[in-house]
């Protein structure tokens, strides 16, 4: 994984794939604590991270990096 301004890149499997998040270095600091092992649940957008649930600030909403970027949901 790596981060550079508001977009994440993950490997998924084989694949590497491109997503913004507002919040990434959060997300890369994180991730250095714990490990980069992950749940990316890809029909709602969500990167869960390996700490989670112990820590609920460990989900991440995720949007297409090659797509204009829309307001987070509530």
Not at 5 to 13: E, K, N
Not at 20 to 40: C, K, Q, S, W, Y
Not at 68 to 74: A, F, L, N, T
Request: proline share 8%; net charge negative; hydrophobic share 40%.
């Amino acid at each position: 994984m790596g981060a550079v301004d508001d977009v994440v890149t993950l490997a998924v499997g084989d694949e590497l794939q491109r997503h913004r998040n507002h919040d990434t270095g959060r997300m890369a600091a994180l991730v250095r604590e714990d490990g980069p092992e992950a749940f990316l649940h890809t029909r709602l957008g969500l990167l869960f991270l390996r700490s989670w649930p112990r820590d609920a600030g460990s989900v991440f909403s995720l949007q297409p990096a090659d797509q204009p970027p829309v307001p987070c949901r509530d």
